[in-house]
C-alpha cells in the first residue's frame, strides 16, 4: 500500500508534534518532511540506478518551505539522471577539506621569506636589504598569508614607504616581487599545480604606472676635489683608531674601486705581499678578483700586516662579524674636514672613472674595474684576450699618480718608516 501523502503547509507542518515520522507531499512526489525527537527536515526521496536514495535538503526554521520545495525540484530532477545527491554532498565535503588542507599550508609573509633565505644563495647585501624589508617595511603583513596581499595593499604600501624614500619603497616592493614569484613555484599540492594565486600583485605597480623615477647616482670626487680630499683622509685622526684603520680602508677604497662590502671583509690570506696581488670576492658573482697592488697600496698593507694580529685586514672589535661594517659616521668627519660630500660608491666611480680616462685599450680598463664578458655581451673575444700583470700594476700606479698627486712619495715614505 502507498505510503499516506499530504499536501505539506506551513501551518501544517509547524503544528506536527516533535515524533518521529514522515510526512511526504501529495503534490511534488519526491518531497517530504521528516519529524524527529528534536527538529523537523525537508528530504528528498527517489531511486538512482535502482537504489532507493533520501537526502537532506535542510532544517525546517533554517530554509522556507517555498524554498526547500525549490531545492527539492532540482534535487529530484538531478537524480532522475542517474546522480546521487549523497556522493555529490561527500565530494564537497571533502573538497572542502581539501580547501582548508592547502588553506593551511599556504606561508604567511614571513614564512614565505624565510624559506626563501633557506633555498635561495644570496649575497650578504641582500640578505641584508631583505631582512630590513621583512622585518621593518613589511612588519604588518608579517602574518597575513601571502596571496592575501592584495594590489591595493601594495599600491597604499609603496605610497607610504615612498613618503620617507623611494629608492626603498621601489625597493621593499622589488623583494616582495621576488619573494612571492618564488613562493609560486615553490609551494605545490599533490598534482604540482600552484596553491597561491598566480597573480602577483606588484604588478599594479606597473599597471598604474607608480614606481618612482629614481635617478642612478653619476656622483665622484673629480681631480680639483682629490687634493683637499686626500689631505682630509691622511690628517683624519679617530679614538681608539691606532691601527688607523678607517683612514687605510678608505684609501684602499679609493685605490681599487672595490665595492664597499667586497673591501670590509678583506682578509689576510687574499693579500699577497710577496708579490704585491690584492685578492677580492666579487659580491655579485661570488668569483675570486685578483689585482697587482700599485706602490702605495702596497706599502699601505705591509704597513697594516706588521701591526695588524687580526685574520681580517680591517678588524674591529665593535662589530659582530669581526671586521669594520659601514663606517658612516667617518665619512660624515670627512666631508666636514674637507667640505667634499661623497658615499662610498662614488670612491668606485672615482676609480673608474679615472681608469677610464687612462691611455689604456679597453680590455686593460675592463680588467681594473673587473667587468666581464656578460657585461658585453656582444664582445665575444674578452675570454679570449688576457692583460699581463704588469700592465694592470703600470695602470694601477698611474690612478695613485692621480688620486695621491705630489704626495704619493711622501706617504710612500711615510709608511715605510712606521
Known amino acids: 500500500m502507498p505510503p499516506q501523502r499530504v499536501k505539506l503547509t506551513k501551518s501544517f507542518i509547524d503544528q506536527l508534534e516533535l515524533k518521529p515520522a514522515i510526512y511526504r507531499d501529495s503534490e511534488l512526489i519526491g518531497f517530504a518532511v521528516r519529524v524527529n525527537n528534536n527538529y523537523k527536515t525537508y528530504i528528498v526521496e527517489k531511486k538512482v540506478l535502482g537504489k532507493a536514495i533520501r537526502s537532506t535538503l535542510g532544517l525546517h526554521g533554517n530554509i522556507t518551505l517555498a524554498?526547500?520545495?525549490?531545492?527539492?525540484?532540482?534535487?529530484?530532477?538531478?537524480?532522475?539522471?542517474?546522480?546521487?545527491?549523497?556522493?555529490?554532498?561527500?565530494?564537497?565535503?571533502?573538497?572542502g577539506k581539501d580547501c582548508i588542507h592547502l588553506e593551511k599550508q599556504k606561508p604567511t609573509v614571513k614564512e614565505a621569506?624565510?624559506?626563501?633565505?633557506?633555498?635561495?644563495?644570496?649575497?650578504?647585501?641582500?640578505?641584508?636589504?631583505?631582512?630590513?624589508?621583512?622585518d621593518?617595511?613589511?612588519?604588518?603583513?608579517?602574518?597575513?598569508?601571502?596571496d592575501e596581499i592584495s594590489s591595493k595593499m601594495i599600491q597604499e604600501k609603496h605610497a607610504n614607504l615612498s613618503k620617507s624614500?623611494?629608492?626603498?619603497a621601489d625597493m621593499a616592493m622589488r623583494v616582495f616581487r621576488a619573494i612571492y614569484n618564488f613562493s609560486i613555484e615553490h609551494y605545490l599540492d599533490d598534482h604540482d599545480h600552484p596553491i597561491l594565486t598566480a597573480y602577483n600583485p606588484v604588478k599594479t605597480l606597473s599597471a598604474k604606472k607608480v614606481w618612482n623615477k629614481i635617478r642612478q647616482r653619476k656622483t665622484y670626487i673629480n681631480e680639483d676635489q682629490m687634493s683637499d680630499w686626500i689631505r682630509a683622509i691622511i690628517k683624519y685622526e679617530d679614538r681608539g683608531q691606532?691601527?688607523?684603520?678607517?683612514?687605510?680602508?678608505?684609501?684602499?677604497?679609493?685605490?681599487?674601486?672595490?665595492?664597499?662590502?667586497?673591501?670590509?671583509?678583506?682578509?689576510?690570506?687574499?693579500?699577497?705581499?710577496t708579490?704585491?696581488?690584492?685578492?677580492?670576492?666579487?659580491?655579485?658573482?661570488?668569483?675570486?678578483?685578483?689585482?697587482?697592488?700599485?706602490?702605495?697600496?702596497?706599502?699601505?698593507?705591509?704597513?697594516?700586516?706588521?701591526?695588524?694580529?687580526?685574520?681580517?685586514?680591517?678588524?674591529?672589535?665593535r662589530s659582530a662579524s669581526g671586521h669594520i661594517e659601514n663606517i658612516s659616521k667617518v665619512r660624515v668627519k670627512i666631508n666636514e674636514l674637507c667640505d667634499v660630500k661623497f658615499t662610498f660608491h662614488d670612491l668606485r666611480r672615482t676609480f673608474g672613472s679615472i681608469a677610464e680616462s687612462l691611455d689604456y685599450g679597453r680590455y686593460t680598463i675592463k680588467r681594473l674595474l673587473n667587468h666581464k664578458k656578460d657585461e658585453d655581451s656582444k664582445d665575444v673575444t674578452t675570454g679570449d684576450i688576457q692583460v699581463s700583470d704588469k700592465r694592470i700594476r703600470e695602470a694601477m700606479n698611474e690612478i695613485e699618480d692621480i688620486i695621491l698627486n705630489h704626495y704619493k712619495k711622501e706617504y710612500i715614505y711615510k709608511l715605510k718608516a712606521q
Do not use: H
Not at 113 to 134: G, M, Q
Open 67 to 95: 524554498q526547500a520545495r525549490e531545492l527539492a525540484r532540482e534535487q529530484l530532477f538531478l537524480m532522475s539522471q542517474g546522480v546521487n545527491p549523497n556522493d555529490r554532498k561527500k565530494k564537497k565535503i571533502l573538497d
Open 275 to 317: 708579490y704585491g696581488n690584492i685578492i677580492s670576492i666579487d659580491s655579485k658573482n661570488g668569483e675570486p678578483y685578483t689585482l697587482p697592488m700599485g706602490d702605495f697600496l702596497f706599502e699601505l698593507m705591509k704597513k697594516r700586516r706588521r701591526y695588524v694580529q687580526s685574520d681580517w685586514v680591517f678588524p674591529s672589535a
Open 165 to 168: 624614500s623611494k629608492a626603498q
Open 113 to 134: 621569506f624565510a624559506n626563501y633565505f633557506s633555498l635561495k644563495s644570496l649575497r650578504p647585501r641582500s640578505i641584508e636589504d631583505y631582512t630590513i624589508v621583512c
Open 136 to 146: 621593518q617595511y613589511l612588519e604588518d603583513w608579517q602574518n597575513i598569508k601571502l
Open 242 to 273: 691606532a691601527l688607523e684603520t678607517n683612514r687605510d680602508f678608505l684609501l684602499t677604497l679609493v685605490l681599487t674601486g672595490f665595492r664597499r662590502n667586497e673591501c670590509e671583509s678583506l682578509l689576510w690570506s687574499n693579500i699577497d705581499l
